[in-house]
């Protein structure tokens, strides 16, 4: 049995005893799971697959956490591939190509930095961009060490970005508030089986894993709780992460500095005064004739109707509010209750009058099909992928928007 050091959680504080070790493997469909960490192999007497799921030997230098962000000064033609180890791997490296057989080394900058160490843990981070891509083409890649073979990952795929001048329809998964745990399974299930020929990019609307509220589980208040959190929500999502750019907006949850008593010099809007956030954006919305604004943080589904100066700006929208023909003003969507470990938040006391659909019951995720007339919105449930909420938005007249 291999076993893997990673961290420790104790009511205490940090012990050197807990491991990934034999146990965190499991068989899925005939396929030994995570794929990063274990891989099928039978020993004598093994009763079970799962039983001969076992950890890879030398794990500690395998590839994890790998993801995608889109890069460049110039649409689609760049793409950095990030991804982590539990020691430091001094010859990573990423290889490229049109094929799964025609990978080649890839000389470009690897940049490995540890964030946190001590006495019982490191975790490196390594970080590699692309250049000289194509826009809009499919590029077949693997990362890891460049002197042994088996310290690499498996082969996955992308597909880069598309030129401004491209006039075809655009998909993307779009959520906040995901984060870590139970309330999280089926929004990550749901989208671990989305692929780059599904969607051509997951945007992440600020509140990533939770780490900062682990400490409310009994057992990690005084453990070491933050690194599990990220490591495990990281890999997680790999499926999606790995073959899709997955693009993250900053929420108050991604850091352990926050309290409504204390107003960081960075930010001017103290907690609570939507007020000021309003007079602050609303203009430049208009102006700019901004389609749709998204936002998280309440945990929940909301999508208004198109709205100026605290009023419903009604031209245009049918009376089943299912479609805005050429709207006067931006429509604002939350979608942020995709999971989180906190649950869903409590709806409002009344419902503002430019409200046209609220779902505050489920977890679920949104998904955008736009092309440079049409747009059409669902709002999805994590459970069963039902269809709660659809509208579409036509933009006939090309001057009606900048955005």
């Not at 001094?90 to 094929?99: F, I, L, N, R």
């Not at 000289?132 to 890649?141: A, E, M, S, V």
């Not at 599990?228 to 500095?257: D, I, R, T």
Request: net charge negative; glycine share 6%; hydrophobic share 35%.
């Amino acid at each position: 049995m291999h076993s893997l050091y990673l961290l420790t959680l104790a009511a205490a504080g940090v012990v050197a005893n807990v491991v990934v070790d034999d146990n965190t493997c499991h068989r899925n469909k005939g396929v030994c799971e995570p794929q990063s960490l274990c891989e099928y192999n039978y020993n004598f007497g093994d009763l079970s697959f799962d039983q001969s799921c076992r950890v890879k030997d030398g794990v500690n230098f395998y590839p994890q956490q790998i993801h995608l962000a889109f890069a460049g000064t110039k649409t689609g033609t760049a793409m950095t591939v990030s991804w982590a180890t539990f020691e430091d791997v001094t010859d990573s490296s990423v290889w490229v190509g049109s094929s799964e057989d025609t990978l080649e080394l890839v000389e470009t900058p690897v940049s490995s930095d540890s964030y946190y160490s001590d006495d019982e843990y490191d975790l490196f981070h390594h970080h590699a961009t692309i250049t000289g891509l194509k826009p809009r083409t499919k590029y077949f890649y693997k990362v890891g060490s460049r002197g042994d073979e088996k310290y690499t990952s498996e082969v996955s795929s992308f597909i880069t970005a598309r030129p401004a001048t491209d006039d075809s329809t655009f998909n993307a998964l779009i959520y906040g508030d995901l984060g870590d745990g139970k309330n999280s399974v089926d929004t990550i299930a749901a989208v671990n089986k989305m692929t780059s020929d599904d969607i051509d990019l997951v945007y992440h609307l600020g509140d990533v894993s939770y780490a900062d509220n682990d400490f409310l589980t009994v057992n990690q208040a005084a453990g070491f709780f933050y690194e599990e959190v990220y490591n495990k929500w990281m890999n997680s999502l790999m499926p999606l992460m790995s073959c899709v750019p997955y693009m993250v907006l900053v929420g108050n949850h991604e850091a352990e500095c926050h309290s409504p008593s204390v107003l960081n010099s960075e930010n001017d809007i103290p907690t609570g005064q939507t007020a000021e956030i309003q007079a602050a954006f609303e203009d430049l919305f208009l102006k700019y004739k901004v389609d749709v604004v998204l936002t998280g943080h309440k945990h929940y589904y909301e999508r208004g109707l198109p709205i100026a100066n605290n009023k419903a700006v009604l031209d245009g929208v049918s009376n089943d509010y299912e479609v805005y023909d050429n709207p006067q003003a931006p429509v604002h969507i939350l979608t942020g209750g995709a999971g989180q470990s906190e649950g869903l938040s409590i709806p409002p006391s009344h419902t503002a009058s430019w409200n046209a659909v609220s779902h505050y019951e489920h977890f679920g995720y949104s998904m955008l099909e736009a092309n440079r007339s049409t747009l059409v919105w669902k709002y999805i449930l994590s459970s069963d992928q039902t269809v709660q909420d659809e509208f579409v938005m036509y933009k006939t007249d090309p001057t009606q928007s900048d955005s």
